[in-house]
């Protein structure tokens, strides 16, 4: 499967963004969607996941009550709705794909990376 994300961009703290991870290749609907994210000069962190059914999301402590995660998987489309977004939320965002059976957090057991979209969130 091949991953795209994009949708980042400059805003305000306090401000919303949707990040789109959009899929094509192996059958996307079967797939675990995680998004992850590296801030300057940090290790690359997990921030949410979500089943191929939609029933099953996790989030990072650091993003719950504010950002969702959804999936359209009849537009192999996963979003990351970033609502209430701090400056400590800057980073380059991920999505990636795991054909596992858990929605993990680790970042080992995702195969498929595509590349980043930068968020900048200014104080």
């Known amino acids: 499967v091949q991953l795209q994300a994009y949708g980042g961009g400059l805003v305000q703290a306090g401000g919303s963004l949707r990040l789109s991870c959009a899929a094509s290749?192996?059958?996307?609907?079967?797939?675990?969607i995680g998004w992850f994210r590296q801030a300057p000069g940090k290790e690359r962190e997990f921030v949410a996941a979500?089943?191929?059914?939609?029933?099953?999301?996790n989030y990072a402590d650091s993003v719950k009550g504010r950002f969702t995660i959804s999936r359209d998987n009849a537009k192999n489309t996963v979003y990351l709705q970033m609502n209430s977004l701090k400056p400590e939320d800057t980073a380059v965002y991920y999505c990636?794909?795991?054909?596992?059976?858990?929605?993990?957090?680790?970042?080992?057991?995702?195969?498929?990376w595509g590349q980043g979209t930068l968020v900048t969130v200014s104080s």
């Open positions: 990636a794909a795991d054909y596992g059976m858990v929605v993990t957090a680790a970042m080992f057991e995702y195969d498929y």
């Open positions: 979500i089943g191929w059914s939609s029933s099953s999301t």
């Open positions: 290749g192996r059958t996307f609907s079967r797939t675990i």
